[in-house]
Each structure stands twice: as structure tokens, then as C-alpha cells.
């Protein structure tokens, strides 16, 4: 149970600024960076750095080290029992020494005497306190958020509704509406066809801003819509789209982007390595691209770049 618990903790989106910015804890895996297989490690080459990602043989990631020069880095640390996380260590370096003051800690701790809680508690490395999470679960489901840090308590409620095939969950900042996630979902012969996510962002309470996104049945994610709010309409507006267009094993061909009357197209070409995972990735007409350099733990093979 406890397992479970720590997994539904991880894929909550944090609603509130740590300070630093919004985020979204959970446990990562292999498939999460486009990877499948026993994945070892795996070096990511961009135009801006490299990205470098460690993984245990349960396919769960230990480290994440994002590069932006020879001697500026930061690296994040998972800490895990079995499948369990226990700790996120975020460590900053520049100029090659570490820089403790804006390098942090997440610490996971689960109170089960009464009801089920489950404590974060985040603090920097010189040991100041900078924000405590309470998560209150029930039946498996998290139904409140307890923010506490030295400005006060926030208290974020949760609340579900399942209605004519469609699942909405809905956060309530100290009784303001945050947030709605309204979740469609299409079979056929117990097959899934498609999926629908609209996310509906509130300001003190008020609409502001959407995002739908559609999925197919391999969970490719095939459109993505942006609103915003025309308080003068009462109507939401459409920003932006974006499409994908897929192979069949699922490999993306190509997207399109459209904005007014702004139109950009890209198509994307890749190589393999023997495992089915891409090791170059080039995008057109930029003619930008990316390569990785990938290990396996069944294999003392390791893939290179040509």
C-alpha cells in the first residue's frame, strides 16, 4: 500500500510556486525519455548542452545531470526503496563548485497512525526550511494538499466527478478554483481509440486560460490546442494548434504548428540503434538535430553515433 501511495503522491501537479517555479513530481522511468529496453544510461547532445540520465535495473531514473558548459551543471539525485521515493536531491555547480545556496532537498516521509499522509518536506543544503507538503489520501486518491512555509498554510482541495463516461478533477485553493482537468475517453471493443484532456486554468477564481490535448490509442499525443479567455465574449479564444502525425510503429513523421496566420511545418528523421532506440534525431528545415549515446545493462555493447 505504501507503494501506492508514494505513486499517486508522484504524479499530483504542484499548484503552488516552491519559491523557485511550478512543478510536477513523479517517478520517472526508461519509456518516459522516448527509451525502451534495460537502459544503463543515456547521453543526450543538443544545440544548448547535453543531458545525461542514469537508470537502475528496474528501469527508474537515479540521475539526471543537465549540462550547459564544461563547468556549469546541475544535477538531481533520486533516492528510491524498491519502487519508493524517497528522496530528490537538486544539486547547482558553477564554475565547477557547488553551490549550496540554491541547491535543494526533497525528503518523503508517510504518517499512516490515522489516515494516510504523506509529508514532503524541502529544504536547502545550508538547512533553511523552504516549503512542507502534507498530502491527505483516501481510497487510494488524493483529496487535500496542505502547503505550509513561512508566509502561512495554503490548503488546495481535490475533487473528483465521474460523469457520462468523462472523469473531472477539480483543485480549490483556500476555496478558490484553481484548476480543472476534464478527461474523454473513446473505445471500441474495449480498445482505446482516443483520448481527450482539456485543462482549464482559473485566475482568483475566474476563467483564463485552456489546453486540450488529444491522444491516440498508443497514447501518441496527436493535437494540441491553446485558449485563452475573452472576458468580453465570456468565450474561450483559440491561441495556437499543434498536430503530429505519426508512423505505424508510433515513430513521429512530422507536426504543424498554426498560429493566426502563421503557419510552420517540421518533419523529423531518425536513426536506430540495434535496440529500437533512436540515437539521431534530425528536424527539417531547421536541420537541427540531436543525437544520443546509449548503454544497456544486457549488454556490454555501446551504441555509438555515426
Same mark, same amino acid.
Given at each position: 500500500?505504501?507503494?501506492?501511495?508514494?505513486?499517486?503522491?508522484?504524479?499530483?501537479?504542484?499548484?503552488? +510556486?516552491?519559491?523557485?517555479?511550478?512543478?510536477?513530481?513523479?517517478?520517472?522511468?526508461? #519509456?518516459?525519455?522516448?527509451?525502451?529496453?534495460?537502459?544503463?544510461?543515456?547521453?543526450?547532445?543538443?544545440?544548448?548542452?547535453? /543531458?545525461? =540520465?542514469?537508470?537502475?535495473?528496474?528501469?527508474?531514473? $537515479?540521475?539526471?545531470?543537465?549540462?550547459?558548459?564544461?563547468?556549469?551543471?546541475?544535477?538531481?539525485?533520486?533516492?528510491?526503496?524498491?519502487?519508493?521515493?524517497? #528522496?530528490?536531491?537538486?544539486?547547482?555547480?558553477?564554475?565547477?563548485?557547488? !553551490?549550496?545556496?540554491?541547491?535543494?532537498?526533497?525528503?518523503?516521509?508517510?504518517?499512516?497512525?490515522?489516515?494516510?499522509?504523506?509529508?514532503?518536506?524541502?529544504?536547502?543544503?545550508?538547512?533553511?526550511?523552504? !516549503?512542507?507538503?502534507?498530502?491527505?489520501?483516501?481510497?487510494?486518491?488524493?483529496?487535500?494538499?496542505? %502547503?505550509?512555509? @513561512?508566509?502561512?498554510? !495554503?490548503?488546495?482541495?481535490?475533487?473528483?466527478?465521474?460523469?457520462?463516461?468523462?472523469?473531472?478533477?477539480?483543485?480549490?485553493?483556500?476555496?478558490?478554483?484553481?484548476?480543472?482537468?476534464?478527461?474523454?475517453?473513446?473505445?471500441? @471493443?474495449?480498445?482505446?481509440?482516443?483520448?481527450?484532456?482539456? $485543462?482549464?486554468?482559473?485566475?482568483?477564481?475566474? +476563467?483564463?486560460?485552456?489546453?486540450?490535448?488529444?491522444?491516440?490509442? %498508443?497514447?501518441?499525443?496527436?493535437?494540441?490546442?491553446?485558449?485563452? =479567455?475573452?472576458?468580453?465574449?465570456?468565450?474561450? $479564444?483559440?491561441?495556437?494548434?499543434?498536430?503530429?502525425?505519426?508512423?505505424?510503429?508510433?515513430?513521429?513523421?512530422?507536426?504543424?504548428?498554426?498560429?493566426?496566420?502563421? /503557419?510552420?511545418?517540421?518533419? =523529423?528523421?531518425?536513426?536506430? !540503434?540495434?535496440?529500437?532506440?533512436?540515437?539521431?534525431?534530425?528536424?527539417?528545415?531547421?536541420?537541427?538535430?540531436?543525437? %544520443?549515446?546509449? $548503454?544497456?545493462?544486457?549488454?556490454? /555493447?555501446?551504441?555509438?553515433?555515426?
Amino acid at each position: 500500500m505504501v507503494k501506492n501511495y508514494i505513486v499517486i503522491l508522484l504524479v499530483v501537479i504542484f499548484l503552488f +510556486p516552491l519559491g523557485l517555479s511550478s512543478q510536477e513530481i513523479r517517478i520517472f522511468k526508461v #519509456e518516459d525519455f522516448d527509451l525502451q529496453g534495460k537502459v544503463k544510461s543515456c547521453l543526450v547532445s543538443t544545440n544548448y548542452g547535453k /543531458e545525461e =540520465y542514469d537508470f537502475n535495473e528496474g528501469g527508474l531514473l $537515479t540521475k539526471a545531470v543537465t549540462r550547459y558548459n564544461e563547468t556549469d551543471y546541475d544535477i538531481t539525485y533520486y533516492k528510491y526503496s524498491d519502487e519508493a521515493l524517497l #528522496e530528490k536531491r537538486l544539486e547547482n555547480y558553477r564554475d565547477n563548485i557547488f !553551490d549550496p545556496a540554491s541547491s535543494i532537498a526533497n525528503i518523503y516521509t508517510i504518517d499512516s497512525t490515522k489516515n494516510t499522509k504523506i509529508i514532503e518536506k524541502i529544504v536547502s543544503y545550508e538547512k533553511e526550511f523552504l !516549503d512542507q507538503y502534507e498530502y491527505h489520501i483516501s481510497n487510494d486518491t488524493i483529496r487535500k494538499i496542505v %502547503r505550509t512555509n @513561512n508566509e502561512g498554510v !495554503d490548503e488546495t482541495l481535490i475533487f473528483y466527478e465521474t460523469l457520462k463516461g468523462e472523469t473531472t478533477k477539480t483543485y480549490e485553493l483556500n476555496g478558490v478554483l484553481k484548476e480543472s482537468i476534464r478527461t474523454s475517453v473513446k473505445k471500441e @471493443n474495449d480498445s482505446l481509440i482516443s483520448k481527450t484532456v482539456l $485543462t482549464k486554468k482559473y485566475l482568483e477564481g475566474e +476563467p483564463n486560460a485552456a489546453v486540450e490535448e488529444v491522444f491516440d490509442g %498508443r497514447t501518441n499525443l496527436i493535437s494540441k490546442i491553446e485558449f485563452f =479567455y475573452n472576458s468580453k465574449t465570456n468565450q474561450f $479564444t483559440k491561441v495556437g494548434e499543434v498536430t503530429y502525425v505519426y508512423d505505424a510503429s508510433g515513430v513521429l513523421l512530422a507536426s504543424k504548428f498554426k498560429k493566426g496566420k502563421l /503557419e510552420e511545418k517540421k518533419e =523529423y528523421v531518425y536513426q536506430f !540503434d540495434p535496440f529500437g532506440n533512436w540515437i539521431k534525431e534530425i528536424i527539417t528545415p531547421d536541420n537541427t538535430y540531436k543525437t %544520443r549515446k546509449i $548503454t544497456y545493462y544486457d549488454s556490454q /555493447e555501446e551504441v555509438k553515433n555515426e
